[in-house]
């Protein structure tokens, strides 16, 4: 055969071709998944439906062609297969708990990766038996599955929910010179002060049970005797509205309708 698939010269180059390809799907995975942000409490859902489907069918036709490598006896083809296969679903799963942004196109560049290189062995690769193939892209195939799976366990468990947010500690609205401190909290009341200027309130704060990823809010409980530095009715309803497990975001509104946002320092 002529071309890549002829000759020792022609197997080095295929496998400088797929050790490409296994930089290629480091370097993606890698700089994508530093810049995503899992633990993100509002992740961007906007456009996601081509890159889902685009994903959904790279999984699938990885797994079509890891068949069709095991019937060709093309070894190569197929451990390239599985690691397009590992990819795809860790993508998935990374766009539902960080959603989009710009960690995608370096993970769109991970994901093309395996799929040339799957592309290029079905080919060219001559067919043999498993336990023949010592070529010099060997450890590339085992070392792209090998980061493959890593990247598939990483965005398994990677995600965090409302439910791992501790409220407690300082929040402030600089611009409103507000400030909530809420003590820690077990799952039942536990105490707030809340002060705005040379005003200050006491009284009991909870969170909503059951915690729902989209709609946690925090209950200021104020009975009829508490000085009141908010106007309004006897519980204030603070949102979650964004941030990170780590910082998150609170709002509620403030007496002239305006939304206050409070950070925790």
């Known amino acids: 055969m002529d071309g890549l698939g002829s000759g020792m010269p022609s197997r080095i180059r295929l496998g400088v071709v797929r050790w490409l390809a296994f930089g290629a799907l480091t370097v993606g995975l890698t700089v994508g998944f530093v810049l995503a942000e899992p633990t993100s409490l509002s992740p961007d859902y906007t456009d996601i439906s081509v890159p889902l489907g685009v994903l959904l069918i790279a999984m699938i036709g990885a797994m079509v062609s890891f068949v069709v490598a ?86 398994t468990f990677s995600g965090a929910g409302m439910e791992d947010v501790d409220y407690s500690g300082t929040w402030t609205n600089h611009e409103q010179g507000v400030t909530l401190t809420l003590s820690s909290s077990s799952g039942g009341r536990s105490s707030y002060t809340l002060t705005s200027g040379t005003c200050s309130e006491a009284a009991d704060w909870t969170l909503d049970h059951p915690q729902m990823s989209t709609s946690v809010q925090v209950w200021l409980l104020r009975d009829s005797g508490t000085t009141r530095c908010i106007p309004g009715p006897d519980s204030i309803r603070l949102y979650v509205v964004g941030g990170t497990v780590a910082k998150p975001i609170l709002s509620t509104n403030g007496p002239s309708g305006v939304s206050w946002h409070l950070t925790r320092e």
Do not use: N
């Open 70 to 155: 095991l019937s060709l006896r093309k070894p190569e083809a197929a451990w390239w297969a599985v690691t397009s296969a590992m990819v795809a679903p860790a993508l998935l799963m990374m766009i539902a708990s960080a959603g989009m942004g710009t960690w995608f196109p370096w993970c769109a560049v991970a994901l093309c990766a395996p799929l040339i290189a799957l592309a290029v062995c079905l080919r060219h690769e001559q067919p043999e038996p498993e336990d023949t193939d010592a070529g010099p892209a060997r450890g590339a195939r085992r070392a792209s599955v090998a980061l493959a799976a890593v990247a598939l366990v990483v965005s």
